[in-house]
């Protein structure tokens, strides 16, 4: 089973485009190293306030992954807080 979580973010802090990669970069970095997950930017740098960030775990269970992604979610809203940052909307899909 496959776990995808998108997290959506709006970076209020972000003066340019570099401010913006700083805050995705350390909260991919961050995600990547806590959990053993794989983490990508899904959408194009077109807004410098904006950020689609995907989440990819892989497991036999399900209810592993619920809680994996739950964990990730917040891990996530956490950083993203201490960025200036928050993350607007969250959605999980399981494949």
Same mark, same amino acid.
């Given at each position: 089973?496959? $776990? =995808? &979580?998108? =997290? +959506? &973010? *709006?970076? +209020? @802090? @972000?003066?340019? =485009? ?9 909260? /991919?970095? *961050? &995600? *990547?190293?806590?959990? #053993? !997950?794989? !983490? ?8 410098? #306030?904006?950020?689609?960030?995907? !989440? !990819? ?7 592993? &992954?619920?809680?994996?992604?739950? /964990?990730?979610? *917040? @891990? $996530?809203?956490?950083?993203? #807080? #201490? ?6 909307? $969250?959605? =999980?899909?399981?494949?």
């Amino acid at each position: 089973m496959l $776990a =995808l &979580l998108t =997290l +959506e &973010l *709006r970076i +209020e @802090a @972000a003066q340019s =485009l570099k401010d913006r990669r700083q805050v995705v970069r350390s909260l /991919k970095d *961050r &995600l *990547r190293a806590s959990f #053993n !997950v794989s !983490v990508a930017e899904m959408e194009p740098a077109t807004l410098w #306030n904006q950020a689609t960030i995907g !989440v !990819v775990a892989i497991s036999s269970s399900r209810g592993y &992954l619920e809680g994996l992604m739950d /964990k990730v979610e *917040r @891990a $996530a809203t956490r950083i993203a #807080n #201490n960025h200036g940052a928050e993350v607007s909307d $969250a959605d =999980l899909e399981f494949i």
